[in-house]
Structure formats: structure tokens, C-alpha cells
């Protein structure tokens, strides 16, 4: 097998072209931004014929330019993917192998939008992200890496390779790589190249998806369960119990947060048990809101409330105790038959001290949003009808400050993906041969000056992650603040 | 104002004395002080050999007396060991313990020792944070006026094209992690693989005589980061700045849309971004971590992680107050400069 290149066959008339439409759009771009200090101001523009233009002149012609350049990129893009797709095997090159390799997640996405333009009146907030730019070009990168995760952990698609399996002579090489003859495998190419271990980059980037999208998103759920229970109160009462959470949370904000890590997810700390122990204090949390979310609102009627707490209880206390119970730890107390599940413990130690670092901040979050709605009037009319401090708390003011919690949440998963990164980079808590990104960053590394690429894809697989995240919160933010 | 600052400086006391009293019961918990026997001594020591290793250097003492030994109001001990050598908490080496003065913590001056660099812990700190303060002041440098001039530009006319590019980069540096960004330009900038080998991928050398091309990269990498959070703050300020009422009327009188700029808006839009600067700094902290491991540049956040990987109890005690001190003192700055350049807010 010969090694591929970038683009392959179809790469001799397109990259040119590609090539062209992207230096217009960067030129065009700059030249408008410089012009937009000497231009006049914009305004409308009364033509010979009696139309009226927006914008005439260099600025007008410039910003067709912008728009022409962006239109034709985009189609190119689109193009080689089509391309890429339809093409037999290895004619498109790499990219267009792995357009042809994501089949699935292209067409689940095309799906999603397409449902969700269809019915977006009828969806709510999240229809309404359909109307701004920036808030669909970051949903369409978080869902891009939700439905890799999907696809490659629930249904092992998508990968070429085994992420953990070696094939010798493709240390280090190049992508595009054609494995040697003689090895038994499906794809005879290492799409990205091989890492410092021979092991396909590709795969282990798709596998790593998988690690990122699981933890992040419920690290940053419990985080906004444990900082709601205590920010709420905090906020509302205030007066001492404000002070001593408040002082808890700064103090925690104080540690900076790598020798944070660097204290808790050691192995000499992991033998004492304490990550355990915070497992077991963390995530009573999620119990605690939730009993105290459906008894204060069902309080007054005992016939639908009892059997509900009984039910919701028991399979959140089954999941906790089955959380935080693991063979090989100190906490190993339930009998084999009754644990539903043991997760991996490096996992845990992550998971938990990730919970643990963003907590105070959501704490804070949370404070502020209640110390400013308490004030309000059907806070005080909630007061006058004689109803209980934690129902207000939990039905009249979390929901009312549900904007600003939902951007921030957005928002914090990016920075939790990036906590994971920040542990991987220094090689905590997960093996050394989990293809998690931050792992996969730091192996990388450490050759960098030698071969760059096995540290790249990872590195730009985190930044669209991210990327998306912020762009959704940004989208979000708009979109809310309109009504 | 007198009052504020001082109850400022309390609570400030009090939250190192707490972080301090974590970090050093989580570092002298059994399992971690016997990495450090095995690191200090030897590799194979038996169970006994460590015990009595700890034993005689005071590790197995209770943990409030070895904390006041620290902090320096209860005295050193001396101890004479299972091998017949006495050891002092406060002797020099060399020197009888029975000769040396009784306390020694933190209280009198001395930091204490560090197992890892064999070095006082008080030299290694000013030393690495001199390091440290080289980096941070260029990154400042390049930070601070780059964030500001992009966040005026792009606030000064809110929606227009100006605004929804340099918008998207300063959301795109926000979204790249130090890891990324570094590995990025290293990548780009420091191998070959692109053929635009300029700078160094390393800074080691930097820390004697920084040049422009070894120290770029490891600027630029923690600049970038910060620099897109700083200029959202700024945006957002500016455009409140530019839809206030005497904006309109400075317009109305037909001043032109420069001056409107400099000498009306600017000075009242920058006073957010000052609060935001100075609460960027616990931030720049993790930033200096991360990029003086990738450049291996040896400062204050390549100090704390070589402390924090083999346990050198003393010397992460001394970064942890470092750290602590910065944190607070930023906040503190940032409160009392936000009463002085915002004369609406007074604090009674």
C-alpha cells in the first residue's frame, strides 16, 4: 500500500482553489477593519434611480467581497466532503477518508439541524439558538463531538484502529502512514499517523471523545448541584451561614487550582482514601436537592409525595451507594450482588476533584443571583402566602435565575474540559495509556520538538470542544437576553 | 476605608493559616511521607527503616506541634535519633542542635529547608519568583495593552464588522488553553514540520539572558489566553460606555467620533477591564505553571509542581503562601483601585 497524502487525486485543482478563496477572505477582512477607521460612517445611500443602498462605494464592494469569499469557502469545504465520501478508497486523500470515516455523525447532525429548524418556534430557548449564527456554529461543534462519542463508545464505530494496539515499524511516522504487510487490520492506513507507542492517532482522538464528553458534562451537573444546595440558602438567609460558606468557597478559590490537583489525585493520597471520602461527602449533594426539591413542592399533598420521595430516594440512594462503593478502596461496604456498578477509580479521583474545584465558583454564582432575586416581589408575595424558605428557594427564585445558570453552565463545561486536559497534561489520575486528549497532549509534548504531529490532533480536537462551548453560551446569552 | 483594609488583611491571615494547615496535613499523611523516606533515603528502604527514618527527622510527631514548629510559635525539636545522631529542627548543618536557637518557623524568618533542591526554601522562592517576575512582566506587557486596544475597537462600534472579527479571536483565545496554545505554536513555530522554524521551543536558556528568540513563545502562549477574557470585559464595558446619555450628547453637539472616543468614552470604559486585569492573576498563576512545564523554564510554577511530585513538605508549604498572598493581595488592589477610579462607589 502507498502512503496517502493530504488531499489525494482531487487535491490538484481544489487545494489551489481553496487556497485562493481563503487569502481573499483573510485580505478583505483586514482591509475592512483598517477602512473602518478612515471610512465615512455608513449610511444610507440614495441612489440615481431612487433605491436606497446601505453601503456604496470601496466599504460596500469590500464587504461583497467578504461575503462572496466566505460563500465560496464554505462550499469548497462542503465540497470535499462530498467528495471525500463519494470517492473510492484513498482517492481523496486523507481528509477525505476521514470525511468518509465520520459518515455517521455528518448524517446525524444534518438530522438534528434539520428537525430543529423545522420546529424551532416550537422549541423554546433551544429554537431560538437557531436564529443566531454563533450559537448554531457552536452547537454544531459540541454535537459534532457528543455524536463522535456516542458512535465510538456506545457502538465502537469510527475508530480504524484499536486505540491501545501497537503495529511496529509506525512510531513516530507521519499521517497517511500505510501499515506495513503482513499485519492483519481493515484499514491499511494510520489516517493521522502513528504515536510515540505506534499507536493510531486517529482512534485514540475519536476514543478520547468519548472519556471528555462522559466526565465533563456530569462533573459540571454535580458541580451545580452541590454549589445550588449551599449558594441558594447562603444567599437567602445570609447573615453567619453566609459568611462561613462564603469564606469555605473563597478558600478553596484561593488554592491555586494545579497544586489543588496536585494534592488530591496523587496515588499516595488516593491509598489514604480521601478522594473516596469527598466521593462520599460530594455526591450526597445531588440527593439532598433533589429530596428537597420534590418535598417542598409536594409538602401538602402526603398521598403523592410519600411514594414519590420513596421511589426517587431509593434509586438515587442504590446509585450513590453503588458510586461511591468500590473494590479496592476504603469505602467497600456493599455486598457484591447489591453494587449495580463500579467505575474506574482513576476516573473517580478525577471526576471528584474536578467537582470539587468548580463548586465554589458555581457557589458564588448561585449567592449572588439569590441575594439579588429575594428581593423581588413574588418573592415577598411567596412569603405573604405563608409558603416555606426552601420552596421559594427552589420554585420561585432557581427558577427564575435559570438564564444566567444555563450560559454559565455551558460555559463551565468548557472550563471543566479544560480541568481534564490540565490533569492529563501533567499525567494525574488517569493511566498514562487512557487516549483522553489531556494524555494524549502530554505524551505528545514530550517529543514536540522532534515530531509534531502526534500532539496536534489532540490539541485541536480540546480546541473545538471549547470552542463550541463558548460560542453555544455566547449564543445562548444573546438569544435570552432578547425577550 | 482604614477599617476595610485592615479587616481585608484578617481575613487574609486567616485564609493562609487554613490553606496552610491543608496543605501540610495532606502532605504529611502517612502514605506521602513515606514517598519522601523513599525518595530522601532509599529507594528500597524496609517498612522499619522508614519508620525510623521518619522518627528521626520529627515526621512522626503529632500534627499540631509539627505545625506550630512551622509556623514557629512552639520549639524545634531535637531528637536524638535511633543511629545515635542528634538532630535539631533549627540546627544548620554542621552545627550542635544544642546550640541552636529554639524556634524557627516561619514567625522568626526561616522558611525551612527544602528535601528536593537541598537548598533554603526562602532562597529558592526569591530566586524562581525572580524567574517568574521576568515572565509575567512581558506577558503583561503584551497582554494588557493588546486586550484593551482590541476590546475598544471592537465595543467602540458595536456589530459592525470590526466588532463580530476581532469578537471571534478574542472568543477563540478565551477557548485555547495554555497546553493548546503552546503545543500549537511550538508546533507551528518551533519545529520544522511547517517550515517556519523562527523561534525556540524552548526557554531554558531565557532564564540567564532572554532573548526574542527564546522567550516568544512562552510569552505569547500565556498572553493569548488571558488576553481574550480581558478584551470581552473591555468590549462589554465599552459598549455600555458608548450608549450613555452624554455619548449622545456629545454627538449631538457634532464632536467628531475620535474624540468622542478618546476623551469621552475611554477613560470611563477602562475602569471594569482594571478589576478584571487584577482578578486575572490567580489565573496567569495556573497559566505560569503550565507553560514554564512545556518550555521547561525553571520559575515559581516549575518550582511547584517539582515540589508537589516528590512531596518537599517545606517547600510547598512556602509556594502555597506565595500563591495565597497573590490571590488576595490582587483582590485587595482590585477593590481599593475600583473606589479610586470609580468615584460613585464609596466603601463607609
Redesign the interface.
Known amino acids: 500500500m502507498e502512503s496517502l497524502s493530504w488531499t489525494g487525486a482531487i487535491g490538484a485543482f481544489m487545494n489551489p482553489l481553496f487556497l485562493i478563496t481563503i487569502v481573499c477572505l483573510a485580505l478583505s477582512l483586514v482591509m475592512q477593519i483598517v477602512m473602518s477607521f478612515f471610512a465615512e460612517p455608513v449610511t444610507l445611500q440614495s441612489n440615481a434611480d431612487g433605491s436606497l443602498a446601505e453601503r456604496g462605494g470601496m466599504f460596500g464592494g469590500i464587504e461583497q467581497v467578504t461575503k462572496v469569499a466566505f460563500l465560496i469557502a464554505l462550499v469548497l469545504l462542503i465540497l470535499y466532503a462530498i467528495l471525500g465520501i463519494l470517492l473510492p478508497y484513498g482517492q481523496a486523500g486523507i481528509i477525505g477518508l476521514m470525511f468518509k470515516r465520520l459518515l455517521p455523525v455528518w448524517i446525524s447532525l444534518i438530522l438534528v439541524y434539520a428537525l430543529s429548524i423545522t420546529f424551532k418556534r416550537k422549541l423554546g430557548l433551544y429554537g431560538k439558538l437557531f436564529d443566531s449564527t454563533v450559537g448554531m456554529i457552536g452547537f454544531g461543534l459540541v454535537m459534532f463531538w457528543v455524536f463522535v462519542a456516542i458512535f465510538a463508545g456506545g457502538f465502537d464505530m469510527l475508530i480504524t484502529h484499536d486505540p491501545l494496539g501497537q503495529i511496529s515499524g509506525l512510531k513516530n511516522k507521519v499521517p497517511g502512514v500505510a501499515v506495513p504487510d503482513g499485519n492483519d487490520v481493515v484499514w491499511p492506513h494510520y489516517l493521522l499517523g502513528g504515536d510515540n507507542l505506534a499507536r493510531d492517532i486517529f482512534s485514540r482522538v475519536i476514543k478520547g471523545s468519548v472519556i471528555v464528553i462522559a466526565i465533563a458534562p456530569l462533573a459540571t451537573l454535580f458541580a451545580f448541584m452541590v454549589g445550588i444546595t449551599l449558594g441558594l440558602p447562603a444567599g437567602y438567609y445570609g447573615g453567619k451561614l453566609d459568611t462561613v460558606l462564603s469564606f469555605l468557597a473563597n478558600l478553596i478559590l484561593a488554592f491555586p487550582v494545579i497544586l489543588l490537583f496536585y494534592l488530591l489525585v496523587t496515588p499516595e493520597i488516593v491509598a489514604t482514601g480521601i478522594p473516596s471520602f469527598m466521593a462520599a461527602f460530594l455526591f450526597v449533594f445531588p440527593i439532598v436537592f433533589f429530596a428537597v426539591l420534590l418535598n417542598s413542592r409536594f409538602y401538602t399533598q402526603p398521598s403523592k409525595r410519600t411514594p414519590l420521595l420513596i421511589v426517587v430516594l431509593s434509586v438515587l440512594g442504590w446509585l450513590y451507594l453503588s458510586l461511591i462503593s468500590q473494590e479496592g478502596t476504603v469505602l467497600n461496604f456493599l455486598p457484591k450482588w447489591f453494587d449495580g456498578f463500579d467505575i474506574n477509580p482513576g476516573i473517580l479521583v478525577v471526576f471528584v476533584s474536578v467537582v470539587f474545584v468548580n463548586s465554589p465558583t458555581v457557589f458564588r454564582i448561585v449567592r449572588g443571583l439569590a441575594l439579588d432575586l429575594r428581593t423581588r416581589d413574588y418573592v415577598a408575595a411567596a412569603q405573604t402566602r405563608g409558603e416555606g424558605t426552601w420552596y421559594i428557594m427552589l420554585w420561585e427564585i432557581l427558577p427564575n435565575a435559570r438564564g444566567p445558570l444555563i450560559v454559565d453552565f455551558c460555559l463551565r463545561i468548557g472550563y471543566t474540559t479544560i480541568l481534564l486536559g490540565t490533569l492529563g497534561f501533567f499525567g494525574l489520575g488517569l493511566p498514562p495509556e487512557s487516549p483522553d486528549w489531556g494524555s494524549t497532549i502530554n505524551e505528545g509534548r514530550k517529543l514536540l520538538l522532534i515530531v509534531a504531529h502526534p500532539a496536534l490532533p489532540p490539541a485541536i480536537a480540546l480546541l473545538s470542544l471549547v470552542l463550541g462551548l463558548n460560542l453555544l453560551a455566547d449564543g445562548l446569552r444573546e438569544e435570552s437576553l432578547k425577550d | 476605608m482604614g477599617l476595610f483594609i485592615l479587616r481585608r488583611l484578617g ?1 487574609m491571615i ?2 493562609a493559616i ?2 496552610t494547615f491543608v ?1 501540610f496535613w ?2 504529611n ?4 511521607l ?2 519522601l523516606a523513599k525518595t530522601q533515603g532509599n529507594a528500597r528502604m524496609s517498612d522499619d527503616a522508614v519508620v525510623s527514618y521518619l522518627a528521626n527527622r520529627g515526621y512522626s510527631q503529632p500534627l499540631p506541634i509539627k505545625y506550630g514548629q512551622w509556623i514557629g510559635i512552639l520549639p524545634g525539636y531535637v531528637i536524638e535519633g535511633s543511629d545515635g545522631e542528634l538532630r535539631g529542627r533549627c540546627a544548620e548543618r554542621g552545627q550542635d542542635p544544642t546550640d541552636a536557637p529554639k524556634f524557627c518557623g516561619v514567625l522568626q524568618g526561616e522558611w525551612g529547608y527544602s528535601t528536593r533542591f537541598k537548598e533554603d526554601v526562602s532562597e529558592i522562592i526569591s530566586t524562581r519568583l525572580g524567574h517568574t517576575a521576568k515572565l509575567m512582566g512581558l506577558v503583561m506587557l503584551v497582554m494588557v495593552p493588546g486586550a484593551l486596544i482590541i476590546g475598544v ?1 471592537a465595543g467602540m ?1 458595536e456589530g ?3 466588532d463580530r ?2 469578537s471571534t479571536f478574542s ?2 483565545s ?4 495554555e ?2 496554545s ?3 505554536l ?2 507551528l513555530f ?2 520544522a ?2 517550515g517556519m522554524k523562527i523561534f525556540k ?2 526557554a531554558n536558556s531565557a532564564m540567564d539572558d532572554a532573548t526574542f528568540e527564546n522567550f516568544t513563545l512562552p510569552v505569547l502562549t500565556i498572553a493569548l489566553y488571558g488576553m481574550g477574557y480581558i478584551a470581552r470585559m473591555t468590549r462589554a464595558s465599552m459598549t455600555e460606555v458608548m450608549t450613555a446619555q452624554y455619548i449622545r450628547t456629545a454627538r449631538l453637539k457634532g464632536v467628531a ?1 475620535r474624540t468622542i472616543v478618546m476623551k469621552h468614552a475611554l477613560r470611563n470604559a477602562l475602569i471594569a477591564p482594571f478589576t478584571v486585569i487584577m482578578l486575572q492573576f ?1 489565573w496567569l ?2 497559566g505560569v ?2 507553560v514554564e ?2 518550555f521547561s523554564y525553571k520559575g515559581f ?1 516549575w518550582t ?2 517539582e515540589a ?2 516528590t ?1 518537599d513538605i517545606e517547600l ?1 508549604l512556602g ?2 503562601v506565595v ?2 498572598f497573590v ?2 493581595a490582587t483582590q485587595l488592589i482590585s477593590d481599593i483601585g475600583y473606589v479610586f477610579l470609580n468615584p460613585r462607589i464609596r466603601i463607609s
Open positions: 481575613v486567616l485564609t487554613c490553606l496543605v495532606l502532605t499523611l502517612s502514605p506521602n513515606e514517598k475597537l462600534r459592525s464588522r470590526t472579527t476581532l472568543i477563540i478565551t477557548a485555547t488553553p497546553y493548546v503552546g503545543v500549537v511550538i508546533a518551533g519545529t514540520t511547517f521551543g524552548n467620533f490567580p498563576l495556573n505553571v503550565i512545564s512545556l510554577g511547584l509542581v508537589a511530585s512531596n510547598l509556594v502555597s500563591s495565597v490571590v488576595l
